[in-house]
């Protein structure tokens, strides 16, 4: 696998490795182009080569100001420079029209060589300095080589004689050759530490520029096929730096911006609030996220393209915002619309309340408003219980202390009615005041049972089974029911201990029982059982009576809410009290055979006292 990547990366590499070698054996064998083809072909791989030399060069100093590169923008002034060099080098070229002498046009392509070979070893090593040393460098070095050899070209030593090149110019064409071998290697040590993406293109152009030097040591005239095939991998070489550069300067940011959208857009999408940008123009709305989609109760194809006021914001919550929006913008916003309470209506009626708030943003050349959205329907519907409990939290302490004081009166009344009872001799006055006594005892029963409710005690919790408990109490239960004449089954079940308050539970389970008793005609059956069930324990009451209708069920519980015709409407309340203070949970179920009780104790509470601390 690893070496048919490899193949597959250095496949033109390969093949121009595989001819050089094939030409070292027949060295004899070359053929010779017309001069008028040769220079015709020379000519146009060479403005290919300038022109992708320009580009490579014009990429890396376009590209300083976003990368601050100082080694790209080194390398784009060596290339440049080669680009000028090879310029002049074809222009200066035997049969061209600036043509005096070939030793010019064969300095100016050596100088080329040396100054790509160079810059590529020093782009890769990362060694590049300051961007104005680099332009001073690159700027003096130009000049100094163009008045160098345009001046004394013809005078410096010959690279070319009749029967091929002079061994200086194959010393300068190693020498350039062996620079990007070295660079070659250094880019391949450096990639396995790095782990940098996109080697294979420049290690690709370095071996194509190594193979086009090995051609340039061995063609015989200047008219030979090898020195044409050399400059074919000079142009083939240069066009890999080029992808390289491309990929570096527009792919791969355009990757990262692509992932920081993916990134942005996940952010956006799955934020924990309601988010949604509206142009500020026409009022729309542009995108919206999955919470505010939730919130809205609409997909966001029916959201996109239309106002808030579409969608169910009330048209006075979206005239603050616009007052907001109007009086801010982008550059000069000092202030942030924030928890403006508002309501969402559809087709006439509320659906849900919510908090917004919203700031002013730029988005490319439009004004947005970005509006974050917080629904509150269940925390304001709370809030609300709060203040109606914090309410009721506080009549029912001062209607306990009046009750509390009310006993005492009505004691003494009590007496002094019993004591007329005793002195009187009239039968029809001794039963009125029978009455009066019977009428201030049922009084008393409900004060007393109104200050049990009102109580806040703690309750002495124990940990106890409950079976021990119901067997404790069926005896109690079942005297009640023979006098009734009805039945009593008790089931228990295997359960866990767990964590209760004795004298609450009787009398949670009494309140119950006796409810269920009085919902039963004669011959009726009250069960109750036990079980376990994941991880709570269940005490079930069940009776046989006719059921509690639907609409009265969701009152059960509430204080002085009663079914019966002498009822007090406190005997389920102090049991919803009792399930309350034990974590316990009241489920009733009622239908036209009966009403099923379920109060489940969490095991949660009774684990966690065993559970040693740290």
Not at 198 to 222: G, K, V
Not at 322 to 327: D, F, K, P, Q, R
């Amino acid at each position: 696998m690893f070496l048919r990547k490899t193949l597959k990366h250095y496949s033109i590499a390969v093949i121009g490795l595989l001819y050089f070698i094939s030409r070292l054996f027949y060295s004899g064998a070359h053929w010779v182009i017309p001069s008028e083809y040769f220079l015709f072909l020379h000519t146009l791989l060479e403005f290919f080569s300038i022109i992708v030399s320009f580009t490579i060069g014009l990429q890396c100093l376009a590209s300083y100001p976003y990368t601050k590169s100082d080694r790209k923008y080194l390398l784009g002034i060596f290339f440049i420079t080669v680009g000028l060099f090879d310029l002049l080098h074809t222009l200066t070229y035997n049969g061209m029209f600036l043509n005096t002498t070939g030793a010019r046009s064969i300095y100016f392509s050596l100088t080329a060589r040396l100054t790509e070979s160079s810059g590529l070893l020093i782009y890769i090593l990362n060694r590049a300095p300051k961007k104005r040393v680099s332009m001073v460098f690159g700027s003096a070095f130009l000049v100094t080589a163009l008045i160098v050899i345009m001046k004394w070209g013809p005078y410096l030593p010959p690279m070319l004689l009749p029967d091929g090149v002079t061994s200086l110019k194959i010393f300068v064409e190693s020498l350039a050759g062996s620079l990007n071998l070295i660079a070659f290697f250094v880019l391949i040590y450096k990639s396995r530490l790095e782990r940098a993406e996109n080697c294979p293109n420049l290690s690709n152009a370095l071996l194509l520029l190594l193979i086009c030097e090995l051609f340039f040591t061995i063609y015989h005239t200047p008219y030979d096929s090898d020195n044409l095939v050399g400059h074919i991998f000079k142009f083939l070489g240069y066009t890999y730096i080029l992808k390289n550069i491309l990929i570096k300067n527009l792919h791969e940011p355009f990757k990262e911006i692509q992932s920081a959208y993916k990134d942005f857009n996940t952010i956006f999408q799955f934020a924990p609030v309601g988010l949604s940008i509206i142009r500020k123009s026409d009022h729309q709305f542009l995108e919206i996220n999955h919470f505010f989609m939730n919130f809205l109760g609409l997909p966001d194809k029916d959201v996109i393209g239309k106002t808030p006021m579409e969608v169910g914001f009330s048209e006075a919550d979206w005239t603050k915002v616009l007052a907001y929006a109007e009086n801010n913008n982008y550059y000069f916003a000092e202030t942030t619309l924030a928890n403006l309470e508002i309501s969402l209506e559809r087709e006439g009626s509320k659906v849900s309340i919510a908090a917004i708030s919203a700031e002013t943003i730029q988005l490319g050349h439009e004004e947005c408003i970005l509006m974050s959205v917080t629904d509150i329907k269940e925390l304001k519907s709370l809030h609300t219980e709060m203040i109606r409990l914090d309410r009721l939290n506080l009549v029912g302490q001062m209607a306990a202390g009046i009750a509390h004081e009310i006993r005492n009166p009505m004691t003494t009344v009590r007496g002094y009615l019993q004591l007329m009872d005793e002195k009187s001799q009239d039968i029809g006055q001794k039963s009125t005041l029978h009455f009066m006594i019977e009428e201030l005892d049922r009084a008393n029963s409900i004060l007393k049972e109104f200050l049990t409710l009102a109580k806040n005690n703690k309750p002495n919790y124990q940990i106890l089974n409950l079976n021990k408990l119901l067997q404790n109490l069926h005896p109690l239960i079942e005297a009640d029911s023979f006098t009734q004449n009805k039945q009593i089954r008790f089931t228990p079940g295997d359960i866990p201990d767990i964590e209760l308050s004795p004298k609450d539970i009787t009398q949670l389970v009494l309140n119950l029982c006796i409810n269920g008793l009085d919902a039963m005609s004669e011959g009726g059956c009250l069960t109750i059982q036990t079980y376990k069930k994941d991880h709570s324990v269940i005490l079930s009451i069940k009776d046989e009576g006719h059921g509690i209708p639907k609409e009265l069920l969701e009152k059960l519980g509430t204080p002085f809410f009663t079914t019966k015709e002498n009822g007090t409407g406190l005997g389920l309340s102090i049991c919803y009290k009792i399930a309350k203070s034990h974590n316990a949970k009241i489920d009733v179920t009622s239908s036209s055979e009966g009403t099923l009780f379920q109060i489940s104790f969490p095991l949660q509470s009774v684990e966690s006292m065993f559970i040693p601390s740290h």
